[in-house]
């Protein structure tokens, strides 16, 4: 009987595929291992070890071993061709790292919770929907701005104001509702408690959260007033009845296709603050890195208003006009891929698995270096310079796993498409009326569960004059 065509496909990749060496990281420590290099800057020090050791390295903090992948073959078995032997590291009844925050919700569960919870939410984030929650966008956009006014000329944290404008956004798509008066609070709980949650996983001196430190008290007052946050907008949508067919209406109204139950507050309280926290904090700091390249990228951020002033003609973006601005698009991919907002997933064995030639025990923790794929020179011509015109020009690596911006596989980032209207939507209607210009000498990345500025971006608001340009039958 013949192969399918597939299948010779497949064979022949898989006797083609590369097999590699895994390297131990020299220089650990006895029973703190690589915990203090890597504690004082994760972000570069994953970085100069793959440099150093190439693809497939082991690595000790304290008495955890961790595998760093950094080859888009490796990130292709884990995420996809295995994707059932790699499961997230969260334990809802040990809870560690994003679990302490986010509980057992959609970026944390496993198996048939996650399923479930998947099922449920997925529809919400469908691309057919994007158009209508994309004029909100707009709105959201420009209501935040024209507070800007009083800012003119002056320096402002961008990252800041990505912020709280990404959360405003999430805020009144998914629910509905504005949570101006409460974003400087949620911005320093998000803040305060993804660092806890990252050290908590990666520091192996971090003190329990029952010990009574400062850190730990400060953490259980912002979780406090996240949980409270969150409980009190469930109440009022059950009090008040209204019906927005937003999220929150899909949460509310979710009934397991078994049981018939629905979800519980517990796992009400999960999914409302990860897509509170997940929603819009990976957008906020791809746009911050994305203004950052701009205003050191003279040239760019020519083309980019010339773009922006061209298509809009001084007009507030909609979704219709995305197809038309793919400089914006490409600018917000090339940010994506030099700053990935989460640079590196994690997940844990199953059981004992084999990719790319490596056997790895049960229980083996690995990391795919989404930052090292993105700068792996196999795959990016020039992959340390900016260039938005790759995406312009068809430079996209053939290998699926060299851009992880979203993940990949059935665990891929179920807002994608929201975020990849978001982005674009708001570089353009932010870069119709400002031109926003550095004021400050250095910029840090820092890695806090997600890839931030270190201390911000400090850039002053330059109001654009912007021509506008009379249409005669078409013909400007």
Known sequence: MPIPECDTVRAIMANSAPSFTLVDVPGGMPLFGHAGTFKKNPLQTISAWWRQHGDALRFRLGPKTLHLFSHPDLADEILIHQSDKFVKVYDPRRPVGLALVLGNGLVTSSGEVWKRHRRIIQPIFHRSRMAAMADRMAQVGEQRIA????????????????????????????????????????????????????????????????????????????????????????????????????????????????TGAGLSDQELRDEALTIFA???????????????????????????????????????????????????????????????????????????????????????????????????????????????????????????????????????????????????????????????????????????VTLRPKGGIRMTLQPRQVPTVTVVNGVP
């Open 147 to 258: 507070g800007w006014a009083d800012h003119a000329g002056k320096p402002v944290d961008i990252a800041t104001e990505m912020m709280l404008l990404a959360l405003e956004v999430i805020s009144q798509t998914m629910f509905t509702t504005s949570m101006t008066q409460h974003t400087a609070q949620i911005s320093h709980a998000l803040r305060v408690s993804l660092k806890y949650a990252f050290d908590s996983f990666h520091n192996p001196l971090h003190p329990p959260k029952w010990l009574p430190t400062a850190r730990n008290r400060e953490f259980r007052q912002v979780m406090e007033f996240m949980d409270g946050l969150v409980y009190g907008l469930l109440t009022e949508r059950r009090r008040s009845g209204e019906q927005h067919g937003d999220l929150l209406d899909q949460l509310l109204q979710a009934r397991d296709e078994e």
């Open 278 to 448: 997940a929603g819009h904090e990976t957008t906020a700091n791809a746009l911050a890195w994305t203004w950052y390249l701009l205003a050191t990228h003279p040239e760019a951020k020519a083309r980019f208003h010339e773009e922006v002033d061209r298509v809009l003609n001084g007009r507030t973006p909609s979704a219709d006009d995305l197809p038309h601005l793919p400089y914006t698009r490409a600018l917000f991919d090339e940010s994506l891929r030099l700053f990935p907002p989460a640079p590196a997933i994690q997940r844990k064995t199953l059981t004992s698995t084999t990719i790319g030639g490596l056997t790895l025990p049960p229980g083996a923790i690995v990391l795919i270096g989404v930052h090292n794929l993105h700068r792996h020179p196999a795959f990016w011509r020039d992959p340390e310079r900016f260039l938005p015109e790759r995406w312009l020009d068809g430079e996209r690596p053939a290998a699926r796993c060299a851009y992880l911006p979203f993940g990949a596989g059935p665990r891929a980032c179920v807002g994608t498409h929201f975020a990849a209207i978001e982005g674009p939507l708001l570089l353009a209607l932010i870069g119709r009326h400002y031109d926003l210009q550095l004021a400050q000498q250095h910029v840090e990345p820092e890695l806090m």
